[in-house]
Every structure is written in structure tokens, then in C-alpha cells.
């Protein structure tokens, strides 16, 4: 199978994490017949919004309803990679419409798309070339606040230090 990318360990609300249930987390999406399975469960108006997502440490997608926390869909375990996603029927078949890294529990850095088109791939689904839409963290070295970096401009937005050019949001990472 090769070589997994970074894992990521939530590094939100340490409440969030308390909440999560044992045995919990998003629905494991490892193949055609597993994503087949799923949507067929979902409802017109749950189509018609992003459905929250991990890729676990064994590289399989998990998704859960839209309002789900990430750190619940992935039972509380590291990832590796994490957002929102959007899927659209064309001609029979199912395809990713919009993805993104858009998840402030783990802050994954955009080099996590590898893992998420390989999950993707794995379960025979339509994608994009990329995240659709990029979202840019980091962790201010100062007053280490995390960061959604907007139009390049990497300079914290609590207290105005300089952010780094690479990915720091897990000090222990």
C-alpha cells in the first residue's frame, strides 16, 4: 500500500474530544459497495449540504452529517486528513463536487490532499485534481493562537507576529 502521510492529532477544544462516544465516528468508506451503501441512506436536503470527513489512520474515508464535529467522525483518533466534501450524481455515477482540508479540529495541512485522493480512489469516486478550496493553518510561534492564513498574509491575527512559512499547528508534531 506505500508509505501514509502525517498524521494529525486533534488539536481543538479539549471539551469536544471529552463528548466523543467510544465505538463512535463516521461511517468507514472503503470501497464502491461501502460509499453504494451510504448514500443511498442519505436525504435530499443532507445531499444538498457537505458532509464532514476524515481519512483515518488506515486510509479509509469516514463521513458524517454536516453539523458532525470532526473529531467525532474519526472516534476520536488521529487522521489523515480531514475537511468537508460535497458529492453530485452525473450520468449514474458519483462524484466528488467540493472538497476541502476545512476542519479547525485538526488543522491538516494542504499536503494532506495525497491521502484524501487515494481514499477517494479507493472508493471509485469521481475527483478533483485538488482541494477545491485550500484552507492554510498555522500556529502563531508567539501567542500560539491557530491561524486560518487568508491571501498570504502570514501574520497572526491575535496579536500580530509573524507566522511561519510551514505547516506548525501540532507542537508536537
Given at each position: 500500500m506505500g508509505t501514509r502521510g502525517r498524521g494529525y492529532r486533534y488539536v481543538g477544544p479539549?471539551?469536544?474530544k471529552a463528548a466523543?462516544?467510544?465505538?463512535?465516528?463516521?461511517?468507514?468508506?472503503?470501497?464502491?459497495?461501502?460509499?453504494?451503501?451510504?448514500?443511498v441512506e442519505q436525504s435530499v436536503a443532507e445531499l444538498t449540504e457537505p458532509f464532514t470527513f476524515v481519512v483515518g489512520m488506515d486510509g479509509a474515508l469516514r463521513l458524517a452529517p454536516r453539523r458532525s464535529e470532526h473529531v467525532a467522525c474519526a472516534g476520536g483518533?488521529?487522521?489523515l486528513g480531514a475537511g468537508e466534501i460535497s458529492f453530485l450524481c452525473e450520468a449514474g455515477r458519483w462524484?466528488?463536487?467540493e472538497v476541502s482540508n476545512q476542519s479547525?479540529?485538526?488543522?491538516?495541512?494542504?499536503?494532506?490532499?495525497?491521502?484524501?485522493a487515494r481514499s477517494l480512489?479507493?472508493?471509485?469516486?469521481?475527483r478533483p485534481s485538488g482541494?477545491?478550496?485550500?484552507?492554510?493553518?498555522?500556529?502563531?510561534?508567539?501567542?500560539?493562537e491557530h491561524n486560518i492564513v487568508r491571501e498570504d498574509d502570514f501574520v497572526c491575527v491575535f496579536c500580530g507576529s509573524d507566522l511561519?512559512?510551514?505547516w506548525n499547528v501540532d507542537p508536537t508534531a
Amino acid at each position: 500500500m506505500g508509505t501514509r502521510g502525517r498524521g494529525y492529532r486533534y488539536v481543538g477544544p479539549a471539551e469536544l474530544k471529552a463528548a466523543v462516544r467510544p465505538g463512535g465516528g463516521g461511517r468507514r468508506i472503503g470501497s464502491a459497495s461501502d460509499f453504494a451503501g451510504w448514500i443511498v441512506e442519505q436525504s435530499v436536503a443532507e445531499l444538498t449540504e457537505p458532509f464532514t470527513f476524515v481519512v483515518g489512520m488506515d486510509g479509509a474515508l469516514r463521513l458524517a452529517p454536516r453539523r458532525s464535529e470532526h473529531v467525532a467522525c474519526a472516534g476520536g483518533d488521529m487522521v489523515l486528513g480531514a475537511g468537508e466534501i460535497s458529492f453530485l450524481c452525473e450520468a449514474g455515477r458519483w462524484t466528488v463536487s467540493e472538497v476541502s482540508n476545512q476542519s479547525t479540529g485538526y488543522c491538516p495541512d494542504v499536503n494532506s490532499w495525497a491521502e484524501v485522493a487515494r481514499s477517494l480512489d479507493a472508493a471509485e469516486l469521481r475527483r478533483p485534481s485538488g482541494f477545491t478550496y485550500e484552507v492554510v493553518f498555522r500556529r502563531c510561534p508567539d501567542c500560539r493562537e491557530h491561524n486560518i492564513v487568508r491571501e498570504d498574509d502570514f501574520v497572526c491575527v491575535f496579536c500580530g507576529s509573524d507566522l511561519p512559512a510551514a505547516w506548525n499547528v501540532d507542537p508536537t508534531a
